[in-house]
């Protein structure tokens, strides 16, 4: 964790006249947990970092506050505004600061007496719940008591009134409002609606020594903050984030404006009006890579805003590491020679292109020519040429070297003919195929050009796809293409016939990669027979009871969390774990939004599987997703109802330690047969959105 501070020096006058100079600070801080992950594609635990970057105003204030927010939850006010006002002053408030609550419709009521408790104060404000009439005297006089009797002598007091300033129950406010003044109690009343009574609520402010304020905006509590000694030590605050192109941005908890940056980095931006003394902002945001090393996040980063002298800052924010390691796979070898019957004084030069590496780059190449085992040549190329003196057999072997330092060889056998060697009179079979090393489910096209006809043309190619000595598709040309579905090495046989009726095979392996084990029924994944049932937790269902989560849930998860508030209808604190989950929900909802039209899904590859189920829809696999490793960005399977309404999707692990999604560890997903299914519902469920199943899916 770094920090800094960016001081502004400004003179002010005291009572006396004297001049003191005061000091203003913005502390920034980045912190990363955990600040060592793994790669996402190494199907390790954790694969992602939650990034916060905290705004602190400083010094802190020289008085505390007990300030009392009087809510109305009267008819004739929109309360979810009066709730916004409220939970708004609970962030700039310091922690030595006290709030207390009182609600008033057809009468007032303590909710909360004056505590330092700012999560209490905003679990009773946020669960507020809608009057009648207005009793806004007695709310007053209760203010002024809680305040006159219980408020501390160091402290400076307030009364907050976001209100329509009518009063048609109890007691007059006016004389409350004296009172108040009396008791050295300002009330700020800030008007709601274009009905309200601005003449009471002027009055109400003047007789108390407050202020009223005809409309609610920043500058609004920002003038009331200055009249409790909380200086703006920053306005109009824009921090910019730029994430490197190997660092994977997963979701804000504080929505933020998204772009993409230059060299394919990730831009985030955040925008507050004002921070001020005492307060401290915090934005977070999660993150992966996708490749391993060590990151400096915060280098190309900066905060603008106006200091107390309208003056322009920028600064760089800190600098935070983030180590990323990833679990190397390890290369591998191919190479092709030509000619293919070289003579003895031929030059023979040998391609390696084929060679790769699934995490990395190879960057080296040896070649062992004679077979003895010693290594004759070493390159960084992939191309290298050698004339064989003599006639024979050379088993010719190539290792290759990852930038992890990892090895793979590869050995073909190069026949060297005497000088003057005939051509035989028969055809002989070759090809080769790309990818050299493909996933089930990606095309290989297979080149047999490289086959000779002998005496005569090749009139057919067959090809035997599975090594079980029958040929399953015969062409009349050279090329071909061919998809695996599943992983594991492939026996393939090629056959050639000339015109004279002659024929010459080849054979070769064709490794073939992916997650799926050799025999598994992908038909599995279309039933709804799953073994095991994930939980729904009861929190849960006040996030998604609309079948998705928005950026202002997930705004809400984050500060409830932030400050210790329950979930509204439980005695729930959310945890790091439970906004990773709601996090991953809210990506969710957002990012496969673009499969709505079932063509954008047919053209990314997926295909239907099995017939519609009820309870489930129409299931579509993308099979070459499904051998890719467990990513959040790329469900193997969509689900779409009768209708071809994208309705949910499914991610599917065969191993343990893939890594988890959605807060939950592959182990904890339900199975079917030997895969891990996790079916996360786009729509409403009531059974949850990690249920099996959907009864409303028609």
Same mark, same amino acid.
């Given at each position: 964790m770094k920090k800094f501070f960016i001081t502004v020096g400004v003179i002010a006058l005291t009572a006396h006249l004297g001049i003191v100079a005061q000091t203003f600070e913005l502390q920034v801080e980045q912190v990363i947990d955990p600040n060592t992950i793994f790669t996402k594609s190494s199907g390790q635990s954790p694969d992602s970092a939650a990034v916060k970057i905290l705004l602190r105003g400083f010094p802190a204030p020289e008085r505390p506050v007990d300030i009392v927010f009087v809510l109305d939850r009267s008819a004739s006010v929109n309360l979810a505004t009066v709730k916004?006002?409220?939970?708004?002053?609970?962030?700039?408030?310091?922690?030595?600061?006290?709030? !207390?609550?009182? +609600?008033?419709?057809?009468?007032?009521?303590?909710? &909360?007496? /004056?505590?330092? =408790?700012?999560?209490? %104060?905003?679990?009773?404000?946020?669960? !507020?719940?809608? +009057?009648?009439?207005?009793?806004?005297?007695?709310? &007053?006089? /209760?203010?002024? =008591?809680?305040?006159? %009797?219980?408020?501390?002598?160091?402290?400076?007091?307030?009364?907050?009134?976001?209100?329509d300033g009518n009063s048609l129950v109890g007691r007059s406010p006016l004389p409350e409002a004296q009172r108040a003044g009396e008791n050295q109690i300002p009330i700020y009343a800030v008007g709601l609606s274009g009905a309200m009574n601005r003449v009471a609520l002027s009055q109400i402010a003047q007789r108390s020594r407050g202020a009223f304020f005809g409309s609610y905006n920043a500058q609004v509590y920002e003038g009331i903050l200055k009249k409790l000694g909380r200086q703006a030590v920053a306005r109009f605050v824009r921090l910019r984030v730029t994430l490197p192109e190997q660092v994977l941005f997963e979701g804000a908890f504080e929505p933020a404006q998204v772009r993409r940056g230059a060299k394919g980095a990730t831009v985030l931006e955040w925008n507050f009006p004002v921070v001020v003394t005492g307060e401290t902002r915090t934005v977070s945001f999660q993150i992966g890579a996708r490749s391993g090393g060590t990151f400096e996040l915060g280098q190309a980063s900066v905060i603008e805003y106006r200091d107390p002298k309208n003056k322009l800052q920028k600064r760089n924010i800190p600098t935070a590491t983030l180590t990323v390691n990833k679990l190397n796979k390890p290369p591998i070898a191919a190479f092709r020679f030509s000619p293919e019957t070289p003579k003895m004084g031929d030059q023979v030069c040998f391609n390696a292109s084929e060679s790769r590496d699934p995490d990395g780059k190879i960057v080296r190449y040896e070649w062992d020519f004679d077979g003895d085992g010693t290594f004759d040549e070493t390159t960084t190329e992939l191309r290298i040429c050698r004339v064989f003196e003599l006639a024979g057999n050379f088993n010719v072997t190539l290792r290759v070297t990852d930038d992890d330092g990892a090895t793979a060889d590869f050995t073909k056998t190069v026949t060297v003919n005497g000088a003057g060697a005939m051509r035989a009179v028969i055809p002989s079979a070759r090809f080769t195929f790309s990818p050299a090393v493909p996933n089930a489910g990606e095309p290989v096209t297979f080149d047999a050009s490289a086959s000779q006809s002998g005496n005569g043309e090749i009139t057919q190619y067959e090809w035997d796809w599975n090594g079980d000595g029958i040929f399953d598709e015969t062409v009349r040309t050279p090329t071909v293409q061919h998809t695996f579905s599943d992983s594991g090495p492939r026996a393939v046989k090629l056959r050639v016939t000339n015109s004279q009726g002659r024929t010459a095979e080849f054979s070769a392996i064709v490794t073939v990669m992916g997650r799926v084990p050799l025999g598994f029924d992908i038909n599995t994944l279309a039933t709804t027979s799953l073994t095991g049932e994930i939980a729904f937790p009861n929190w849960l269902q006040y996030y998604t009871r609309d079948g998705r989560v928005t950026d202002e849930e997930l705004k809400d998860a984050a500060t409830r969390f932030g400050i210790g508030v329950y979930v509204p209808g439980t005695r729930y604190l959310l945890t790091q774990q439970d906004l990773e989950m709601l996090n991953h929900l809210n990506y969710s909802y957002k990012s496969f939004a673009r499969y709505r039209d079932l063509s954008a899904a047919h053209a990314e590859g997926y295909r239907p599987l099995g017939s519609f189920v009820s309870g489930l829809g129409q299931v579509y696999l993308n099979e070459k997703i499904l051998n890719a490793p467990l990513a959040l960005a790329t469900p193997p399977i969509l689900l779409y109802d009768s209708a071809q309404r994208l309705v949910g999707v499914r991610y599917v692990a065969f191993k343990l330690d893939e890594g988890r999604l959605f807060g939950f560890s592959v182990e904890s997903w339900p199975k079917a047969g030997e895969a891990f299914v996790l079916t996360i519902w786009l729509v409403p469920n009531p059974n949850g959105p990690f249920a099996a199943s959907n009864p409303n899916v028609r």
């Open positions: 916004k006002i409220g939970k708004e002053f609970l962030h700039h408030l310091h922690e030595d600061d006290q709030v !207390a609550v009182i +609600g008033f419709a057809e009468t007032a009521e303590m909710l &909360l007496p /004056l505590s330092p =408790d700012r999560a209490q %104060a905003y679990q009773i404000i946020d669960g !507020a719940q809608p +009057g009648k009439k207005t009793a806004l005297g007695e709310a &007053l006089a /209760l203010a002024i =008591d809680e305040l006159t %009797a219980h408020g501390r002598p160091e402290a400076l007091k307030a009364i907050v009134l976001p209100t």
